[in-house]
């Protein structure tokens, strides 16, 4: 697929010099991701593409050009791409994600919407691609694949078939299939993700995977299914294996997981990185704004010991290849001119940021006006849930009085989404299962998606919460309200909050409502810009430390894949708790 | 753009072991060309496809799989894929061309008939794409994209305009648009090249390039116009400014000019190959049968130095991503399963040839049959000649007796095709112009099309032959009767020679006929097999050398590009002498 320009002759009249460039970038050191090398050159650019690039910067007709930037020997590379993420994670809408993004060089993402089309369906995913129209960024979009994450498995807001997704791939940025996170369903060739594959393969556009810990004969069906793509390896052995196998490993440094190391372990012994990609995935605004957001996770693959040049290319030209555009992510002629100038290849902190052409940030800084639009979606409250009372949180057990052997959930690892099956031994007072110790915690996942009003009830070890109740309505994918809680009293108090405010993030201790993160839109998004919501957020990020989260870098984020039944072994869902590998529920109370 | 199976839920089932798979090849180093390893392995393979490859060669269930093939510690490399080539220049029906090349390990050619679409037209292509229906390979097709190659300055036997391209791309194994030669109407943006191009980017189809010595802003044109690879890459220089430019460099060796060398030279100090691919552009059968194909190629490239494992990856991966195949070019699950193996990675002779997981040769034979088949056209008579006389072969000169200066078309080398403009002064005796010192000589090209009776005459110099009159039907593109001659009388026997058999190739000299190479089918193509035709055409060789044809490897094809207007810068036409660059008639006579 190629991005067109709009007048091809002039284009053309513009490479030969006949018609003045818009613009010419001289004295820069090119980093030409096509051929690995550096060196120094002038960049013609017109109407959004690079018209021409003259070598040696020296005998460049300069006066071809409306206006000359100077590079001052700075280094220019393409603009960078993320090859998968989730605006939603940035707790922003997509004009102000861009604003958070832009100065850091991302000039291209790669979007999922599916967090927004758990709860709002086919109206989600629009509002997002058009609030994404006329952005000084790319925000291209991938048709959500899983609605809901594991049909049958949990109740979400919408459920996509392949006429939903046929429907939506007629939209004008979407490029090709989101992350097909059921993995054991492409591997055992379930209909309807056939069906899904189907559409999408006729229509040439590719199949984004997710296919964490999936290796050997399984990966290879994976792969014999369709989705070649994947941002969820973990560990090196996988990662290894999976570049092997012929897989896009997108290398990711969200938040919350942090992937780029190990995954550069395992693979930094081979010769070819082409099918290496670097990608964000969920990124909230606060990370953004104080971190960075794709240069962050380039300069972590460099910090880890990979070559600048070849770590670029996997946030520039790889990925292009993996999203199958051909014109995006190297610096020649005919090829978009979204471009970085940058002082060093390390930091990668642009001094200048082109998208198409145009400046549109300089020092950290936008230069452009991104204007404010509203969209109809914004101002609809989402928490659809019926009256909650103490006994909703409440787990009854077979005896009055006594002990009970319940299932639990257990996170080995605080840094780690993954969990493990274990039971525990529980007292039950007047028939209520208790805590006891304060490594465990109760868990409900509320439904608040019109037409259902289930509650799945659980028990939760090594979450890291000490004390107090904790509730989110981001929660991966399905978005119920999740809480994880010490008393029903608690639970209540936090679910409330969050049920007046059209969702977010509420933290209680001992009856008092530490702060609410408000996130209106959808339960999932705030319409504040990246500062304001980054403030917000930081006050939420106390609160959960004041719970006892204290022991990861980021505890914003904890709870949101707590409920998301594609990572394996065990997660929570409104209809109780699921074995992922096996797609089964696992009963309250263990024999 | 994904090969598909058959029937995708078996496939899955055979990669996860639940049902046999066709073939394992077990005890292989596996040349993994995407992280560019080698390792042993074993591979499984089910309905044409890649369903598994298991590290290690140990523990493999061999007994998942109906026939197990020892590869005795040899490599596994993916089938190879010829970048660009012209089966007609093989002078061998699409048939008996599988039967020359499959042997020496080229599974996939992308073909572009543009020789016979000269010739015959819309019937032409959809011959070459019937005959090569149900082949134990796969000849990919690419639709001409100048028929004529270049419009006004030539007639052929038919005209390609945007509405033929769109018709032909409905064909099953069209992948692209095949060498945009007539480059400047791609630079200039002139409307029917855009037009053309523009059916293709909407079908999202590739479009191969052709632009030899164009560099500077003219390729930026071209690219932002885009064709985005070149399979005309002569010198150094070129080659490295067209990889840095982002084209695809499709380094050749074909029966007359061998770029590998020199591209190999230009590039070699680059990082990335990502972008350098291999072809044989126009190989002929006595060379095929005795030298090699792609694997040739291949040798060619190692010999100059290039690493075996990139060199390989020049004629699988990256080809394959140049013509947008996803599952195509490497050893991966999903992935197709052509299959070589080979006792070194720097002879590449393979002991044995799968094609979609099948045994289709084995060192060096076939090992399928390929059950002959005829077509209608393969009877047709494609000579529509005039009655010829010896007057036609004559130069008149404005004067009765004494000198003149005609203007020349001079070759600087014998083994390049590219040519000046250079004049000389010649005598007239009786109104005639005469030749003078061996160097020089007379040419005509006949139209041999339907509804045209042009004949161009002109001189040219450095052509190579001391005597005599060579004649070829086969003269790109327009095929038309191409005739370099000493006197009048031979040039005319020669004709005939010609017109007599449906075209070919015929050498005369002092009076009488050398050798005929008869090529019935549109006048390029033989009926007969490789083994046969390569007699043929040896003794042809023969012929050639007879009349002086001795300063080059191969003297079969060096009259075939003569009136090719799209080489620099001087060619001849049957409309006159061409001034390729200017796209200008240039007169006869000089001032």
């Given at each position: 697929m190629k991005i067109q320009p709009k007048n091809k002759k002039q284009l053309l009249k513009a490479a030969l010099g006949e018609i003045p460039c818009d613009l010419v970038i001289t004295n820069v050191q090119l980093v030409n991701v096509i051929t690995g090398e550096i060196y120094p050159a002038d960049i013609f650019v017109y109407d959004g593409f690079i018209a021409h690039v003259e070598y040696?910067?020296?005998?460049?007709?300069?006066?071809?050009?409306?206006e000359v930037v100077d590079g001052q020997g700075r280094y220019l590379i393409p603009g960078l791409i993320d090859a998968h993420e989730h605006i939603e994670s940035s707790m922003m809408t997509p004009r102000n994600f861009a604003k958070g993004v832009i100065p850091h060089g991302t000039t291209t993402v790669v979007t999922d919407p599916h967090e927004i089309a758990n709860v709002c369906g086919l109206e989600g995913v629009r509002y997002m691609h058009q609030a994404g129209d006329?952005?000084?960024m790319r925000q291209l979009i991938d048709i959500p694949s899983c609605v809901p994450a594991v049909p049958g498995l949990e109740n979400a807001g919408a459920e996509f078939f392949a006429a939903e997704v046929e429907e939506l791939s007629?939209?004008?940025?979407v490029i090709g299939l989101a992350e097909v996170m059921d993995f054991l369903a492409v591997i055992h060739g379930e209909d309807r993700m056939m069906s899904i594959i189907d559409v999408m393969d006729k229509k040439g556009l590719y199949l984004q995977g997710h296919a964490p810990y999936v290796s050997g004969r399984m990966l290879s069906a994976y792969l014999c299914g369709g989705p070649n793509t994947c941002h969820e390896t973990r560990d090196r052995k996988e990662a290894l294996e999976k570049l092997r196998s012929g897989m896009f490993v997108d290398a990711r440094d969200s938040s919350i997981t942090k992937n780029v190391q190990e995954v550069y372990e395992g693979v930094?012994?081979?010769?070819?990185?082409?099918h290496l990609c670097l990608c964000t995935d969920d990124r909230e605004a606060d990370d953004i704004l104080h971190v960075g957001h794709m240069n962050d996770v380039v300069r972590s693959a460099i910090r880890c010991g990979m070559d600048p040049v070849t770590a670029i290319k996997s946030a520039t030209l790889n990925t292009a290849r993996e999203i199958h555009l051909?014109?995006?992510?190297a610096i020649a002629p005919?090829?978009?001119?979204?471009l970085l100038l940058v002082?060093?290849?390390?930091?990668?902190?642009?001094s200048h940021v082109f998208f198409g052409g145009k400046l549109v940030a300089r020092d950290g800084k936008l230069t452009v006006e991104i204007p404010h639009r509203e969209y109809p979606?914004?101002?609809?409250?989402?928490?659809?849930?019926?009256?909650?009372?103490?006994?909703?949180?409440v787990i009854h057990?077979?005896?009055?009085?006594g002990t009970v052997t319940v299932h639990v959930m257990e996170?080995?690892?605080?840094?780690?989404?993954s969990t493990l099956l274990t039971t525990a031994q529980l007292p039950v007072k007047n028939g209520e299962v208790c805590l006891e110790g304060e490594d465990l915690k109760f868990v409900a996942v509320v439904n608040r998606h019109k037409g259902h009003d289930t509650i799945g009830l659980g028990i939760v070890k090594g979450?890291?919460?000490?004390c107090g109740a904790l509730a989110s309505?981001?929660?991966?994918?399905?978005?119920?309200l999740t809480i994880v809680y010490d008393t029903p009293e608690n639970a209540l108090l936090a679910a409330n909050a969050l049920i007046r405010c059209g969702g977010g993030m509420s933290a209680v201790k001992d009856g008092s409502l530490l702060h609410v993160l408000e996130l209106p839109l959808a339960g999932?998004?705030?319409?504040?810009?990246a500062k304001d919501l980054a403030e917000d957020s930081q006050k939420m990020k106390e609160a959960n430390r004041a719970l006892?989260?204290?022991?990861?870098?980021?505890?914003?984020?904890?709870?949101?894949?707590?409920?998301?039944?594609?990572?394996?072994?065990i997660k929570m869902s409104d209809l109780g708790m699921v074995d992922v590998l096996k797609k089964e529920f696992i009963p309250m109370f263990a024999e």
């Open positions: 040696q910067n020296v005998g460049s007709q300069l006066d071809t050009a409306r006329d952005l000084p007629g939209l004008d940025r930094k012994g081979v010769r070819f990185f082409d051909e014109n995006l992510g005919g090829y978009v001119a979204d002082d060093d290849l390390t930091e990668l902190k642009p979606l914004e101002k609809v409250n989402t928490m659809c849930v019926k009256e909650l009372s103490r006994e909703d949180f057990a077979p005896v009055e009085n996170y080995p690892d605080l840094n780690l989404s979450f890291g919460t000490t309505t981001v929660s991966h994918d399905s978005h119920n999932l998004i705030s319409l504040k810009e006892g989260l204290t022991g990861m870098e980021n505890p914003l984020l904890r709870i949101v894949t707590l409920a998301l039944p594609v990572i394996p072994n």
